[in-house]
C-alpha cells in the first residue's frame, strides 16, 4: 500500500520519515515510466526499507494499537525534466528482509497501474456498472465476456507499446488487416517503417477519433476501445454482407 501522511514512529517523540531519511539506500531498482507526451523512460530509484512500529494519531492513540509495518521507500535520485519526480513511500505487512524481497514489492506496486486501467476498460468502455441482470449467476457470465473483451483491448494497447515491431496477426486477423488498410491508409510518413502492430495499432485509433498527429502520445485505452468497437461492427456488417450475397 502507498502512503502519504507522516506518521509518528517509535515512542511518538519523531516521524517515519525522520527515520527513513537518515538511513542510506539499500537497493537499486528500475522502472519504466512515461513523460508528458507519453514517452517512455527508465528511472533508477535508491531503495531504502526499514520495519517500524508506527503510531496512531495522538487524537486515536487510546482506540487504536500501532502497527509494525515495513516501509519501503523509493526516491529518484534527481529531479527530471518534463514529468514528476518518482518519490513512492510503501508499507507492507510481509516480511521484507532482504533488498530482493523490497525491489519484489515494488515490482507489484509498479502493476497497479495496469490493473486500474483494466478496470477502466470494464466499467467506461463495457460500462460493467450498468448491467440490469438481476441474478448473479448472469452477472458472472457477463462480466466473464467483458474481461475478454477488455483484455483485448490493454493487449493491443500495451503490445503496440513495449512491441510495436511484432506482426500485426498476433493480435488481429487477417480480415481485419485487410480492412484496416482500406479504411485508414497509411500516412506518408509512416510508410516505410515496419507494418507491425504498433502501425495498426494507430489505425484502430484513428477508427476511435485519434488524430495521428506527429507530436500526439500514444493512443490510450479509451480511444482504443472506440477503434476496437467501431472494428467489430464493420466486421460483422461485412460477414452479414457476405452471408446476404452469398445466398
Request: with cysteine; net charge positive; aromatic share 6%.
Amino acid at each position: 500500500m502507498r502512503v502519504q501522511t507522516n506518521r509518528l514512529a517509535g515512542d511518538g517523540d519523531h516521524t517515519v520519515y525522520e527515520e527513513l531519511i537518515g538511513e542510506p539506500p539499500q537497493a537499486v531498482h528500475t522502472v519504466t515510466t512515461r513523460d508528458s507526451r507519453g514517452e517512455p523512460a527508465k528511472v533508477t530509484l535508491d531503495v531504502t526499507y526499514k520495519t517500524l512500529d508506527v503510531r496512531p494519531p495522538i487524537g486515536k492513540q487510546k482506540r487504536y494499537p500501532g502497527l509494525k509495518v515495513t516501509y519501503i521507500w523509493a526516491r529518484e535520485r534527481a529531479e527530471p525534466v518534463g514529468r514528476s519526480r518518482v518519490d513512492w513511500k510503501l508499507i507492507t505487512n510481509l516480511p521484507v528482509e532482504t533488498a530482493q524481497a523490497a525491489t519484489e514489492k515494488l515490482s507489484w506496486y509498479a502493476m497497479r497501474w495496469k490493473i486500474e486501467v483494466f478496470h477502466k476498460i470494464l466499467k467506461s468502455g463495457c460500462k460493467a456498472e450498468e448491467a440490469k441482470l438481476r441474478t448473479a449467476d448472469r452477472l458472472v457470465k457477463l462480466l466473464a465476456v467483458f474481461c475478454i473483451l477488455s483484455w483485448r483491448v490493454f493487449w493491443v494497447t500495451m503490445s503496440s507499446r513495449s512491441s510495436p515491431e511484432a506482426p500485426p496477426e498476433t493480435a488481429l486477423t487477417t480480415v481485419e488487416i485487410k480492412v484496416l488498410d482500406r479504411l485508414a491508409p497509411d500516412k506518408l510518413r509512416d510508410r516505410d517503417l515496419p507494418a507491425g502492430i504498433g502501425r495498426y495499432a494507430v489505425k484502430i485509433a484513428r477508427l476511435g477519433g485519434y488524430l495521428a498527429r506527429s507530436r500526439d502520445p500514444p493512443p490510450g485505452n479509451i480511444v482504443m476501445w472506440r477503434g476496437l468497437s467501431r472494428l467489430t461492427d464493420i466486421m460483422l456488417g461485412l460477414t452479414i454482407a457476405g452471408e446476404l450475397v452469398g445466398n
